[in-house]
Each structure stands twice: as structure tokens, then as C-alpha cells.
């Protein structure tokens, strides 16, 4: 696969983000035929520094929103992997492939002829909610320290254990039968492809992912995002831009003056009592849970994450304990 080319000039990165490179989350349209790395790759090459990153992979033949992550913005990743997700998608039914989508290798065809519009409806809706599912050999999921894509590659299958993931909503948009179109938002950990073929198997007559588009990761969506291409123009970045405090603004803010400012950047825990709360929000009820907060100094900087208040070894009192140290960012 080739890569779009030339590199972009200085001038042009200094265009897009101005002279310093900030910190924070690229909405990406990720285009067909690209691994989430190719992406990467692509955005190192045009802002020019290595701490690049993504949060939450994409196949490569599927298309829609990746979150890159930027500068700073690779130490938030955590943060966000607990974001649900919207697809659209085409189910093909009446072929099973090795890699649950249309790109693998045929394994099984049968008739579609005696299936209804009914009967696929009546399919779809046994997976609404939790549903078990096993993730597929071609995942990057990690069996013995190695991805079962790997072990796929050479023939080999091995039993994986089945895990609980969230069907939110599952909507069908058009029956064609063989082809269903659909909408689906869900948890963490969803292999839309494997929802295809337990759906194909749900109907007898087994099924593939033909097509997959992630419209939404989060507050992240399709129509914020930006085409690669499209990077050299900075009037094209519009709603692409998100600043680490805005990506992160569903945590409360607090803030913490003077001295205890120099010390959150250096990772130490502030009593709770010096805390001062953001538009007026309010503390957890419960001493010892603590909730998650953004900790920012009186200018408005972001400096940390961290929970609060809790109890910590050697204290006397409460404390914002400091989970991930940022700097000073704006």
C-alpha cells in the first residue's frame, strides 16, 4: 500500500497547528486500505515528532472515525477506551469466511432463499443487550502472550473464551436479503464482525461483515472528523481539533493554587481541604471512592488527572491522589 506523498513542509504543519505543535486528539476519517498505523505513521510524518498514538483500532478495510492521538494526548488513551461506539454496516449473509468479514477466505455457502424480512428482523433482535461473544482468530486479542491473528496466519486455531460485551442499540436500516444493512452502537471489545456471524448463524445460514464504516467513538463523530488529504488545508480541521481538557470535560475540574500547583506536577498527593471545586460541583459523598477529576491551576491549565477525595497511606486526611501527570497544558 502506498502512502499519500510528498511529506508536508514545516510551513504547512506550522499552517495547520501553528508554531508549536499542541497536545491533544485528531478526529480522523481513516480511509480503506489503511491500518490504524499506516494513519499514525502519517500524522508523525506531517507534524513532525514521534509521540503519536491512537485509541481504538480499526481493520484495515474499515473506514470512519480514529481518534489519533497527539504529543500529550498519548497519555490520555486509558481515558478513552471505555467510550462506547457507533458502526454502520453490511451483513452479507449466506457465506462464512475465516475472518468474519468479506476480505477472508470462504469457508461455507448456503441458500438464502427461504429467509424472510421477518426472519432476519426476528434475528436481530436476540441481539440487543449483553450478548457472549468469542473474539475471532483474526483479532489482536493475546492468547499465550502472542495476537491470535498471528497463530491464525499459520493454520493454527485455539480455543478462546467467550466475553461479555453491550449491544446498545442495533438498528436495521435496509433488508436486501443477502444483504442487511444496520446501525449498531455498543461497549468496548465489539467485534462487529463476529456480530455478523453469529447473526449468519443465528439464521442458519451463516454471515460476513461486507462493509463498515465507525461513525461515533465517544463525543467523537464522523462529521467532526478529518480526511488525511485533507491536512494540508487548515480550514478543513473545523470540529478535528479537540484540546486535551475539552476531550476530556465529562471529569469535573478542580483546582489547586501556589505550591500544591508545583507539586501535582511532580505526581504528590494534596490534601483534599486545599481542593477547590469548578463551577461550583460538588465532592464524591462517600470518603475513600473518590471520583475522577481534571486538575488544573488558577490560569485555567490543565496540569493532571486524579481521584478524590481518598484515603492514602501516611495521611492523615483526604487527598487528591494523582493518577496521570500532563504538565502544564493549554
Same mark, same amino acid.
Given at each position: 500500500m502506498t502512502l499519500l506523498s510528498p511529506c508536508m513542509e514545516q510551513s504547512h504543519v506550522e499552517r495547520i497547528f501553528?508554531?508549536?505543535?499542541?497536545?491533544?486528539?485528531?478526529?480522523?476519517?481513516?480511509?480503506? #486500505?489503511?491500518?490504524?498505523?499506516?494513519?499514525?505513521? *502519517?500524522?508523525?510524518?506531517?507534524?513532525?515528532?514521534? %509521540?503519536?498514538?491512537?485509541?481504538?483500532?480499526?481493520?484495515?478495510?474499515?473506514?470512519?472515525?480514529?481518534?489519533?492521538?497527539?504529543? %500529550?494526548?498519548? %497519555?490520555?488513551?486509558?481515558?478513552?477506551?471505555?467510550?462506547?461506539?457507533?458502526?454502520?454496516?453490511?451483513?452479507?449473509?449466506?457465506?462464512?469466511?475465516?475472518?468474519?468479514?468479506?476480505?477472508?477466505?470462504?469457508?461455507?455457502?448456503r441458500s438464502c432463499d427461504s429467509l424472510s424480512e421477518g426472519d432476519v428482523r426476528s434475528a436481530f433482535v436476540d441481539f440487543h443487550g449483553p450478548i457472549q461473544q468469542v473474539p475471532p482468530m483474526y483479532s489482536a486479542v493475546k492468547v499465550g502472550g502472542q495476537p491470535l491473528y498471528k497463530k491464525a496466519r499459520k493454520g493454527q486455531t485455539v480455543e478462546r473464551q467467550a466475553k461479555t460485551?453491550?449491544?446498545?442499540?442495533?438498528?436495521?436500516?435496509?433488508?436486501?436479503?443477502?444483504?442487511?444493512?444496520?446501525?449498531?452502537?455498543?461497549? %468496548? #471489545?465489539?467485534?462487529? *464482525?463476529?456480530?455478523c456471524h453469529d447473526i449468519g448463524d443465528r439464521l442458519g445460514v451463516g454471515g460476513h461483515l461486507n462493509w463498515l464504516q465507525r461513525r461515533r467513538v465517544g463525543p467523537l463523530h464522523i462529521?467532526?472528523?478529518?480526511?488525511?488529504?485533507? $491536512?494540508?488545508?487548515?480550514?478543513?480541521?473545523?470540529?478535528?481539533?479537540?484540546? $486535551?481538557?475539552?476531550?476530556?470535560?465529562?471529569?469535573?475540574?478542580?483546582?489547586?493554587?501556589g505550591d500544591d500547583a508545583r507539586k501535582v506536577l511532580?505526581?504528590?498527593?494534596?490534601?483534599?481541604? *486545599?481542593?477547590?471545586?469548578?463551577? #461550583?460541583?460538588?465532592?464524591?459523598?462517600?470518603?475513600?471512592?473518590?471520583? *475522577?477529576?481534571?486538575?488544573k491551576n488558577k490560569d485555567g491549565s490543565l496540569l493532571a488527572l486524579g481521584k478524590g477525595p481518598s484515603l492514602q497511606a501516611g495521611q492523615s486526611g483526604s487527598v487528591l491522589v494523582l493518577d496521570t501527570v500532563l504538565g502544564e497544558v493549554n
Open positions: 501553528g508554531e508549536h505543535v499542541p497536545h491533544g486528539v485528531l478526529i480522523v476519517n481513516k480511509p480503506d #486500505g489503511w491500518t490504524s498505523h499506516d494513519v499514525v505513521q *502519517r500524522i508523525r510524518t506531517i507534524v513532525g515528532i514521534q %509521540k503519536v498514538g491512537h485509541a481504538g483500532t480499526l481493520d484495515p478495510h474499515a473506514t470512519g472515525v480514529l481518534p489519533v492521538l497527539i504529543g %500529550k494526548g498519548t %497519555k490520555i488513551a486509558q481515558y478513552l477506551v471505555d467510550w462506547d461506539k457507533e458502526y454502520a454496516a453490511v451483513l452479507q449473509l449466506g457465506k462464512t469466511t475465516d475472518t468474519q468479514d468479506a476480505w477472508g477466505a470462504v469457508l461455507e455457502e460485551v453491550v449491544i446498545h442499540e442495533l438498528e436495521i436500516e435496509r433488508v436486501a436479503i443477502p444483504e442487511v444493512s444496520f446501525r449498531v452502537t455498543c461497549s %468496548k #471489545g465489539t467485534y462487529v *464482525r463476529t456480530l462529521n467532526q472528523a478529518v480526511d488525511i488529504e485533507s $491536512l494540508a488545508d487548515v480550514s478543513q480541521l473545523n470540529g478535528a481539533w479537540w484540546s $486535551l481538557d475539552h476531550v476530556l470535560e465529562e471529569f469535573p475540574s478542580v483546582v489547586v493554587n511532580h505526581g504528590n498527593a494534596i490534601p483534599w481541604d *486545599r481542593v477547590e471545586w469548578v463551577d #461550583g460541583k460538588s465532592g464524591a459523598s462517600i470518603l475513600g471512592e473518590g471520583i *475522577r477529576v481534571r486538575v
